[in-house]
Each structure stands twice: as C-alpha cells, then as structure tokens.
C-alpha cells in the first residue's frame, strides 16, 4: 500500500544522493496528510539514520534497486509488511520501535487517531512532540488547569504526584517529558496563543510558594514575543468551551489537527470539519477572553494578593521585564 502524500512534512532526498541522513527541507504547499502517515515516515527514516548505513547499502541488503528505496522514503511507493520488516532487520531497529512502525503500515491513510495506553498515562507523548515540533501555531485551552507548555517546575511536580495513575518513580521521567514541550516554545517561528480560565489563577496547586512561582513563571512567559495568554474571565458564566481540554494546531505544508488527552488515551482529530468544530470554539473564546494588557493586568493582580494573603514579612520581586513602572504592592511588602 502506497503512504503517498502521508510522508512526514517536507523531508526529501537531496537530488544527486540516496543517503536518507543528508536532507534537506523544501517548502511546499499545504497536502493532505495523516498524523499516522507522518510518524511512520519519520520513523522509517529515523531507522535508516540510526543504522549508520548509506541508503546504497540499505538497499543491497534488503535486495531493493536503490530507486526504489529513494522512492519508498519519498512516499512514492509502500512496501509489504515482510518487505518492511526486513528493512527495519537490517537496520537493527529496536524491537519496541520495529513493531510500532509495523503496526502504523497498514493504516497510514486513515485520517483520525485514537491511541489508548496500555495500563498508564505514558510518559511522553510521541505524536503530540513529533507534530509540535512541526507546527507553525499552537493554541490550547483547559478548563481547569495550566497547560504543560505554562506549567513552572513545582507547578508540575504537584500535578504529576497528584495523580493516582504515575507511580513515584515515574515522575522524573513525566518532569522531563514535559520540559521537551515546554523547551519548543523556543522557537521564534512557533506562534502560542493559551487560553486560560480566572479560575484556574487562583487554584494553589503545590501549595502557597509554588503557587507564587508560577504566576510569576506566566509573568515570564508573556513577555516571549510568539506566547499570548488570553484569560477568559469567571464573570463570563458559561462559555465554549465547558466541553474541556484540546490543543489545536496547524502546520505550513499540511492540514491541522486537534489533540484532546484523556486520562486512558489520546484522540487526534484530523478530520476537516470536526477540527473545523474546535475552530468555532476558539473564535468563541477568542471573543469572550480578556485582551492581551488585560490578561497580563489580571496575573498581576492575581500576584499582588498572594503577597497580600500571606502577610508581612514576605516580598516577592516580579520579573524585571515587567516590574518597570508596574505598581505591585507585593514587591513592596516588609
């Protein structure tokens, strides 16, 4: 079965070599595509990268012309699964990684994706990184907390070990699986836009301290120029998106998608008009949310009586790039 069109992004074979490790990127225009047909082209090539073979010698081993591999990687043509397995053989392909990509073969076409976790929530979200790092905007909304991308280290801590289903000695592995997604914001040519609920401000997760921190992690995260954070206030009543939590996001050379993580599973949304759907929803919540100088007004105040509610005796010093000319009674407290 041919995954034509389902190739991850804009990777190609430079024109004059076959070798999968020397690529490069070329912008085309935007084409249908599959988060499944994505992973598994990535993966195929990651495979090869990780042999240290040249594709020439892939191809000798697997009994393939070398045209025919350039082909394959270029999504031009598909494989048996005996063809694909014996391929990941002779790349040495760790078993975990082999049988996941021989699973996604059959289905690279199909648009939509429910991913359930075997007994736990895992770690880190391998189709939720790989499609983030390929994004050009990223939008989030949750109903009740912080999204990872906001969540300041204790912030995180506390959310992790509050959950009956990560046991302890996951929680390090769950902190840095985070800090890979919240380290992409880095980039200058993703676009963030969070949209966060009053009520979530006030929730002191990780206890009074950690609860300080963060708001002035949200301070910190404002002033990136690709980050906008739109609270949509409680005075509101009922908005749009009482439905819950989803993060949508789009791409420069294919269709967007919509994540929604559940406790026993992940749902990717690829369809148009169901994406479509959460569009609507963050139109709504873009109309109902506080501007951009209103929400930073909010997380300010919000910081001021913190200070306020924990006494004298206690300062805290909001961060420089914002404590120019901003009147915040905490930071003057003794």
Known sequence: MSWSGLCWGSWLIVPGTTDPSYSKEFPM????????????????????????????????????????????????????????????????????ERDHLLDLRPATHVKGWWQKHASRPPARLRTLVENVQAAKTLTTWNPHGLPVYLQAPDYRRAAIEASPNVPDAETDLHLKAGRELQDMLSRRDLQCVFYIHEQTLHLPVGGHDAHVGQMHHL????????????????????????????TRLTFPTYEPLVFLEQEGSV??????????????????????????????SVLLRVCEQLAVLHGPGHSYTLPGALAVGVPFLGSHRS
């Open 219 to 246: 301070l910190l995260a404002v002033v990136r120029t690709n980050a906008t954070i739109r609270i949509v206030p409680t005075s509101i009543g009922a908005h749009a998106g009482l439905s819950g939590a989803f």
């Open 29 to 96: 225009p935007q084409r249908s595509s599959t988060a499944r047909g994505r992973e598994f082209g990535e993966g195929v090539r990651a495979a090869i990268r990780a042999s240290g073979m040249p594709a020439r010698r892939v191809a000798e081993l697997v009994g393939w012309q070398e045209a025919k591999l350039s082909d394959f990687l270029n999504g031009k043509i598909g494989c048996t699964e005996t063809e694909l397995a014996l391929l990941l053989g002779v790349c040495r392909t760790p078993v975990e």
């Open 267 to 296: 749902l990717i949304e690829e369809q148009s008009e169901t994406v479509e759907l959460y569009q609507e929803i963050v139109r709504s919540l873009a109309s109902a949310s506080l501007n951009e100088e209103e929400s930073k």
